[in-house]
């Protein structure tokens, strides 16, 4: 089992530019979540994920979108690129809300 | 609103000693309650996970936490540390019993092991 895999690992976008990181829950996992981890900071919860459709937000701007396919995978979305949104982007999935495995994220560097 | 407080940013002790990261948490609600630790340029792994039952949880590396609900209180704790728990620790606090299961974590709390 691979668990729970992110790509890219890294990437640098300008300021203005749109992005699209990936995920891809563990195996058997139907639900999956998207946190920002800002430089020093706790993850922040983004939005969750669950057959198919957006289930729970957190305070974050329209700019910030998301998608799952119907294997599960995951996108998160984010336009207009702010420099504020340089951060670790992790995903997580679960098949129950007391067991949430995390990737090792996607480093988002904004310039 | 669900919140957690870690307290003390930077943690030091020697290999060895006792560890001690301090967590506090608010919810309305009964909160499920989670350690996880990160290591530099990696993704976050469950440490121990407090859910109901029996309030002193045992997890993987030699962590225990002890949920006390008069304080309000999910300390973590291991006896004796070692060089390799120098990381980032995250306490975090959900509610799956009222379909909100988002995670809540703390600002972390960063372990440094001395020789």
């Known amino acids: 089992d691979a668990g729970v895999t992110q790509s890219p690992t890294h990437l640098i976008k300008t300021r203005g530019q749109q992005v699209t990181l990936r995920c891809s829950p563990k195996?058997?996992?139907?639900?999956v979540s998207w946190y920002q981890q800002a430089l020093g900071q706790g993850p922040q919860f983004i939005f969750q994920?669950?057959?198919?459709?957006?289930?729970q937000r957190g305070n974050f701007p329209d700019r910030f979108s998301g998608h799952q396919f119907p294997n599960y995978s995951s996108e998160l979305n984010v336009n207009a690129l702010l420099l504020g949104d340089s951060a670790l982007y992790l995903c997580?999935?679960?098949?129950?809300?007391?067991?949430?495995?995390f990737g090792q994220g996607t480093r988002l560097t904004v310039v | 609103a669900q919140s957690v407080t870690q307290l003390g940013s930077h943690v030091s002790v020697s290999e060895g000693a006792l560890v001690l990261l301090r967590c506090n948490y608010s919810?309305?609600?009964?909160?499920?309650l989670f350690w996880y630790v990160q290591y530099p340029n990696q993704g976050l792994q469950l440490l121990l996970k407090?859910?109901?039952?029996?309030?002193l949880v045992k997890g993987i590396n030699g962590f225990e936490a002890e949920f006390k609900k008069s304080e309000t209180s999910f300390h973590l704790t291991k006896p004796s540390a070692h060089m390799s728990d120098a990381a980032e620790y995250f306490c975090?606090?959900?509610?799956?019993?009222?379909?909100?299961?988002?995670?809540?974590f703390g600002k972390g709390t960063r372990l440094h092991i001395l020789p």
């Open positions: 997580a999935s679960s098949l129950v809300p007391t067991e949430a495995f």
């Open positions: 195996s058997g996992h139907d639900t």
């Open positions: 994920y669950y057959e198919e459709e957006e289930r």
């Open positions: 919810s309305s609600v009964p909160p499920y």
């Open positions: 407090y859910t109901t039952g029996a309030t």
């Open positions: 975090a606090v959900s509610s799956p019993g009222n379909r909100d299961d988002k995670i809540i």
